[in-house]
């Protein structure tokens, strides 16, 4: 009969034996979000009722396929436990600053859970812009192709 092997220097994280390559080895220190973006990927047809009622409890609707914000609580993720084989589940990426009641027109939520804060747009660059785009001494590329064009049919070489 075999004898079980025994490794040594293994760490136990509550009820799963750890192995590290090397014995100084630290993991490094994780943060977990606070937000979860979840996305429904399979439909509400032919599961059970249950199933169903878990779905519309976290604000899914049977038609529509919109990603949900939840919390990562510890109710929340018992919840999301049981019909983890219906959705998409993907962790928030807030900013360092928050926006503000301002800036909430310029904001997007990608679809890989980051969410992304535009700054309004400064008046004065908004100015330069504008005065940029509309100043008649300014030549751009159609311009100088149309002067050069009737110069060419003028048949006058150029100065």
Known sequence: MKQKIRWKDSKKYGYVKYFPRKPDHVDPPFEP???????????????????KQILHDLGFEEKKNDPMIVK?????????????????????????????????NGTYLHENGIFYIVPKVDPAREEATEKFVNDPKKLNRDIIQEKLRLKWLEGRPLP
């Open 72 to 104: 990562n609580t510890p109710e929340i993720c018992a919840l999301l436990w049981k019909v983890k084989h219906l959705i998409k589940i993907l962790p928030l990426k807030l900013p360092d600053k928050l926006p503000t009641a301002d800036d909430l």
């Open 33 to 51: 979000s606070k937000l979860l973006l979840v996305t429904r990927v399979k439909p509400f047809w032919g599961n059970p009722w249950w199933e």
